[in-house]
């Protein structure tokens, strides 16, 4: 066998990104899917679910040659730890100090003067209906673990439902979120500048400006602590059976809030296990055990969270999980095609560079023994390239800044590592690739983040001149409406005539793009899915829905003339400058959407449109809202 040759790791780390850059940006249009599924991708020729296998090839490949052939000039130094100390004093009052500044930012009584945003939406909808007394997977579609729901759930029974409750536990998790981050900061870098400068470099990839529970970083940061767990200590060879058994609760709580981000958790816990194993002195037996105990802990824990959240929903949640990761790998549901962008190349690098770094480790497994720092940049690596799978099934900014969040925290901690070959020149390559990343990110924040400001300092304004809101709105049950502090005259119309006592009792179908009026007009809606994608209409079809013994379907106007004329609504065009640059720098979804549309309107067409047309009539006009019902 040919002698390892000692290569220029900058060199091998670009030739991966290369590799990356076939895998995602030729190999997928060479082999288009089927054109008639309904997605954007596979109508514009790209196929996800290529891409992401020709990565896990690659990068496989890329390994096994590296760790054959290529040595590493020389082996990677453990990072030289600050000499300066944190007081505990100063500490908590930094936290403080964080935990106060978002609290301000996210006021809730301010949140909710214009509220609802975007996927906050999705979630006040959801638990509408529960506060009508349906169940989560059983009386209606939900997208997300049972945790997701069980919080602001609890808090609604006390505080009552409202956008303010929602905020409440909204805020309250983002102030947990932030102060731990900055714990974790205070842990491995002691000085204030460069705790500074990591934390702007990391909230563009942890900050959420859709305001929904499903964009709060606690979906995908528990791999953080479970790697923590999971990793050498100076105290003991193996790992104690309370570390193993706190790693897999800790993934289990995960789990039972994102079941995919927690499966890709479990995973990273299991690789960082994995090289252990491999390590010169192994305790084999104990941390085979250790594996055990986290593989049991994890499900164990996930079994009695999803239990006690939902009951005897459990049946119906684990269809739904099947049924809704069916529908996204088979139909493609809600996926865009990937296109490289400044954003999208400096992440990938960074995941080459720790590729490379990690592969050249595998040449001194048996001889060196891995260090913390060795155990959270394989893990954080590990995640990535499985949480990938996720995230390539909607490659916008936002989706795919979950899979590399956690390797670029990794690397701002500068953790000591010796296995892993992350000499101090890469490790500043790598820091200059994160900035360029959360340059690149904070750009595709921009035109939706400029929107979402405007929106929270009225807030604030209104709530510190003590403005009035709009109050009582008629309306069958409780109203967001009336939380505002404009008043929406249309929607508050709707509401006032599906309160009336003629139609009171009647059920009600909000079509497509209305499905959020069901929270504003205080109105239990009918149907199991809810959403503008029909993730669910095969398990529960809208088709059924449309014989329910006296349904009012409430549709807009322009819906109903398209459906009619049979030609799609035309889509909204977006052409500003900051929208042409978010297209450049972060991602190109924001033209995809507009296809979307399409791709939506015609599911809604298909589920329960056509039956529109022939079975109902219409039966008035409020505003620009139609109301059909039955013809006789």
Known sequence: MTAPRTVPVLAVAGIVLAGYGLALGVVPWAFPPDPSLPNVAAQLGYNVGLAYLSIVIWTVVAVA??????RAPEAGPVAPASAERIGRGRAWVERLVMGALVLIVLWPPALSRFGPRIEDSYFLAALHRVTCGQAPYRDFEFLYGPLMIALPKAWMGVAGYSMTSYYTVYAGLQVALYVLLWSLLQAFLTRFRDRLVAFVLIVPFVLDILFGLNWIAWRYA???PVLLLLAPSREEAGISPARALAAGAVTGLAV?????YGLATLLAGLAVLGFRLAGPGAPVVRLLGAAALVVVAALATAYALVRLAIGDSFGDYLTSLAH???GATDLGLGQFAFHWTV????????LAIVVVAGALGLRRLRKTPMTQGDALVIGAGAFALVALKIALQRADYLHLAVPFAPLILVLLLSPPTRLVALARPLRRVAFGLIAVAAAAQAVGHAPLGRWMAEGIARGFLHEAQGRPRVGAVEARGPSLLSERSEAVPAAEALAARLAAADL???????????WDMAAATG?????????DVLYSD??????????TPGLIVVIARRDLEALLSDEPVPASARNAPLDRLQAIVASRHAYQSALENEVEEQMWREAIGNRLLTEFRERERVGDFVLMERAP
Do not use: K, M, Q
């Open 65 to 70: 040659g590296i760790a054959v052939f290529v």
């Open 222 to 224: 528990a791999v953080v």
């Open 256 to 260: 039972g809030y994102s079941y995919e």
């Open 324 to 326: 809704v990761a069916g």
């Open 343 to 350: 954003l999208f190349v400096a992440e990938f690098a960074v």
């Open 504 to 514: 009171r009792a009647r059920p009600v179908l909000f079509y497509a793009g209305l």
């Open 523 to 531: 109105v239990c809606p009918a149907g199991y899915s809810f959403y």
């Open 538 to 547: 095969d398990l529960r079809p809208l088709g059924d829905t449309a014989g």
